[in-house]
C-alpha cells in the first residue's frame, strides 16, 4: 500500500515557476514507476510527465516538453514537478500516481487506469 500527498500548488502569473512535491509513504518506494496527472476545469484527466524508479527514465506529454521537469528523490520518498514558463492553459489539478509495474510499455504510462495509487491533488492556477 502507498499513500501519496501532493503539496506546492497556488496562484503564478503567466510566465512563472512553481515546483509541486508529492510525499509517499512505503519501504520500497524506489520500486514504483510514479507520474503526474492533470485535470483542468470542465475537461478530462491528462498525462503530464512520467519517470522510472531509478530516475532513468521520464517522458513527458508534448504540450509541457521543455518546461516541466519531473525528478525524484528516493532517499526522502518524493517526487517534484517543475513548472517554468507557465500558461493559463497548465491550471488545473495535479495529481500524483504510483503504479508497481513496468510502464514504459507503448503508452501504458499515458494511462490513468493503470495506476495503483493517487494523491488528493493540489491546484495551481496560472492567471494572464
Known amino acids: 500500500q502507498v499513500q501519496l500527498a501532493e503539496s506546492g500548488g497556488g496562484m503564478v502569473q503567466a510566465g512563472g515557476s512553481l515546483t509541486l512535491s508529492c510525499a509517499a509513504s512505503?519501504?520500497?518506494?524506489?520500486?514504483?514507476?510514479m507520474a503526474w496527472f492533470r485535470q483542468p476545469p470542465g475537461k478530462e484527466r491528462e498525462f503530464v510527465a512520467a519517470?522510472?524508479?531509478?530516475?532513468?527514465?521520464?517522458r513527458y506529454a508534448d504540450s509541457v516538453k521543455g518546461r516541466f521537469t519531473i525528478s525524484r528523490d528516493n532517499a526522502k520518498n518524493m517526487v517534484y514537478l517543475q513548472m517554468s514558463i507557465l500558461k493559463p492553459e497548465d491550471t488545473a489539478v495535479y495529481s500524483c500516481?504510483?503504479?508497481?509495474?513496468?510502464?514504459?510499455?507503448?503508452?501504458?504510462?499515458?494511462?490513468?487506469?493503470?495506476?495503483?495509487?493517487w494523491g488528493q491533488g493540489t491546484q495551481v492556477t496560472v492567471s494572464s
Open positions: 512505503g519501504h520500497t518506494f524506489s520500486t514504483y514507476f
Open positions: 500516481a504510483a503504479s508497481s509495474r513496468p510502464m514504459f510499455i507503448g503508452n501504458w504510462y499515458q494511462a490513468g487506469g493503470r495506476y495503483d495509487y
Open positions: 519517470i522510472t524508479g531509478n530516475g532513468g527514465g521520464t
